[in-house]
């Protein structure tokens, strides 16, 4: 009864603390995805190769990686305002010096440089929810994922418009003032939180594989995000060449449109919070990977050149976001349900786990458009939430209200 009333009386954290930690990772996330549509005039403007020109869309995800991995987990052990803003200013150099370089190499090494100090939006996902008391975690994730979702659905179209009109180095120029700012504001906000805990780094680290093989609920919400986020990846890698190819001719402001009216599906984040909250993490999982799986099915079913093959491809980006964005936020709630002790190594090792699967889903697109077109790219993308449906049946034979 005591830890009842305990909770009950837990503070809950103001909208103003989320709306704020939701616009940081917005923003900071968006800084891994703006290179993606400026490949062609980075690459002529730095004299790079067309076999090398995907370093510029690689290296920022390969050093988000390597920092959710040995970054992340120090949101266990440092000071979490500090840390965060620390990195912002870390960011904020590295994306100042992408936009003055001149020669390839500095170029690529501030893309890597850009990417690990871009974990500082998977800091503050693990912040938001210390700050939240049981009651609201889950609401209060799905608003700020509503924010990380939304840069990064935003970051192509935003980045492929400045680009138009005021040239690539924009882009890097706006996004490092945005980065400062935000630095600043967060510093100056934020509830000082000072993890409890006498483990050292290499130990925090090495504790991460032990924690994998030791919690279901987080390999399980991995997996099924994997499988998501990599049809998600794949979805958003072709369909633009699709868009842009001899089917529809469009243009490159029509597909930022496009790629506009998919934002709509993140709205489904902050709902998908509520009904955690509620205690419905199971039956709304399965929902969203039906989600997932009609998303593809739709545009496999209807193609063509034809209107009504145009309204059905933006059906499907709406619910394919829809339905990732939903089993993001289902699956942070799951897994932050655990202690608060280790939160950010187990959102560190779950955010590595299925960004790995869109990263997959990216190459194994591309790959696919090219040899096979539209249709075997959407068959492979149609396999892996089907994988996850198969997978997520399996909850069904064993205990307990959260999996």
């Not at 120029?173 to 400062?180: C, G, P, V």
């Not at 504001?185 to 000082?192: F, N, S």
Request: with cysteine; glycine share 10%.
């Amino acid at each position: 009864m005591d830890a009842i009333n305990a909770q009950q009386r837990e503070p809950a954290v103001s909208a103003r603390i989320i709306f704020i930690i939701a616009t940081a990772c917005g923003v900071i996330v968006a800084n891994i995805y703006y290179s993606q549509p400026l490949v062609g005039p980075i690459s002529a403007s730095l004299g790079l190769t067309s076999e090398a020109a995907g370093l510029i869309v690689t290296l920022t995800p390969i050093g988000y990686g390597l920092g959710l991995l040995l970054l992340v987990p120090l949101g266990d052990m440092v000071e979490n305002r500090k840390l965060v803003s620390g990195l912002l200013f870390f960011t904020t150099i590295a994306l100042v010096v992408a936009g003055v370089v001149k020669s390839v190499i500095p170029f690529l090494a501030a893309s890597l440089l850009i990417g690990l100090g871009s974990v500082a939006a998977q800091m503050l996902v693990p912040f938001a929810a210390h700050l939240s008391p049981e009651a609201t975690r889950g609401r209060n994730v799905g608003n700020v994922m509503s924010g990380l979702l939304l840069g990064i659905m935003l970051a192509r179209p935003v980045s492929s418009m400045m680009a138009e009109y005021w040239g690539w180095r924009s882009v890097y120029y706006f996004s490092a003032t945005a980065i400062l700012v935000l630095a600043v504001i967060l510093i100056r906000t934020l509830p000082v939180r000072k993890p409890v805990t006498t483990t050292k780094y290499p130990q925090l680290l090495g504790s991460m594989f032990y924690l994998l093989k030791t919690t279901p609920i987080l390999r399980r919400r991995a997996i099924y995000h994997a499988c998501l986020f990599g049809t998600f990846s794949l979805f958003w890698t072709t369909v633009p060449l699709l868009l842009t190819g001899p089917v529809f001719s469009f243009s490159h402001q029509g597909v930022a449109l496009y790629a506009l009216l998919g934002v709509s599906g993140a709205l489904a984040a902050p709902v998908a919070g509520r009904l955690a909250d509620r205690g419905w993490i199971r039956p709304a999982t399965g929902v969203a990977l039906v989600l997932v799986v009609i998303s593809i099915v739709l545009p496999l079913v209807i193609q063509g050149g034809s209107t009504f093959a145009l309204i059905t491809l933006v059906a499907a980006a709406i619910l394919l976001d829809m339905g990732v964005s939903a089993n993001l936020v289902l699956g942070q709630r799951a897994i932050f349900s655990l202690s608060g002790e280790i939160r950010s190594r187990l959102n560190g090792i779950f955010m590595a786990i299925f960004f790995a699967g869109g990263a997959i889903g990216s190459a194994v697109g591309g790959w696919a458009y090219a040899r096979g077109g539209w249709e075997t790219t959407l068959l492979i993308g149609l396999a892996l939430p089907v994988l996850a449906l198969i997978y997520y049946a399996g909850e069904f034979r064993g205990k307990g209200k959260i999996s």
